[in-house]
């Protein structure tokens, strides 16, 4: 409970000092935030009036519930259903209208119009499989890391993308040896392989793009930043990653930063968002540096 309501000192302090917007009857329910060394926390509210045998009121139960993890999948759910809905509606209605072309002649390449419908199709594709694994990405709350060469992981992505997309340029600047505490180094993949892929979608009008991937580290942290040289990632999105969810009025463009996102939590770090200032944008993954 200290935790909680971050004091050292609850006994004998009254209940309307330590919550001082809200009261007994109308606690429960409630939903409180707080930060822990390991995120975010969540609990759920309860109270519950105490009687002694003979019915007599002596006073509340307050029972804080760790929801931590079941707000993160509420979370996940609702935005992959509102970036499936935006998505596969944009995508359909376009299939829909090239469809309608083809079918009533007026089309003037039907090959290319057929292959915008099959990479379309694609597109809808990889969407539903990302949300799919999104949707089952578990947070990393109570899980204990391990001591993990971020090196080997992050080559291995390198060369997937190196034999997918030759075209683009991957530079390297990080340690021979690079250790981290990460809790699930397959989710750590997932996540580089999406902010891979955005780096070069992003900057698909160029030559080369380029994809450069660099190494930080203190003593109490590790960073790898995904530094690319597009048209940078909207401050839009930023601020929609960091508040965990979405609305009508402000969602992210896809899937991808999203997974990445969730994706470096269930590794156990951190992930935010920086414009350079002459142009394309930065990418920190965050994660506890081991004990010496």
Known sequence: ARDVVDSSGLIGRPFAELFPDASLETFSGTVLESRTPSGRRYDEVRVVQLHDDEGQFTGYSVVFRDVTDRRAYEQRLEVANRVLRHNLRNDMNLVEGVAARIESGESEDPEADARLIRNRAQRVVELGEKARVMTRTDPASGVPGQTLDLVRPIE??????????????????????????????????????????????????????????????????????????????????????QSGTETPLHHGGGMGLWLAFWSTQAAGGELSIEQCTEGGSVVELTFPAPDV
Request: glycine fraction near 4%.
């Open 156 to 241: 291995q992505v390198i060369s997937e993308f190196a034999e997918r997309e030759p075209g683009a340029n991957y530079e390297r600047a990080f340690p021979d040896s690079w250790p981290a505490v990460v809790t699930n180094e397959s989710a750590l993949q997932t996540a580089l392989r999406e902010l891979v892929e955005n780096a070069i979608e992003h900057n698909a009008d160029a030559d080369s793009p380029l994809v450069r991937i660099e190494g930080l580290q203190d003593e109490e942290v590790v960073q790898i930043c995904v530094v690319d040289s597009g048209s940078g990632i909207p401050l839009s999105e930023s601020d929609v990653l």
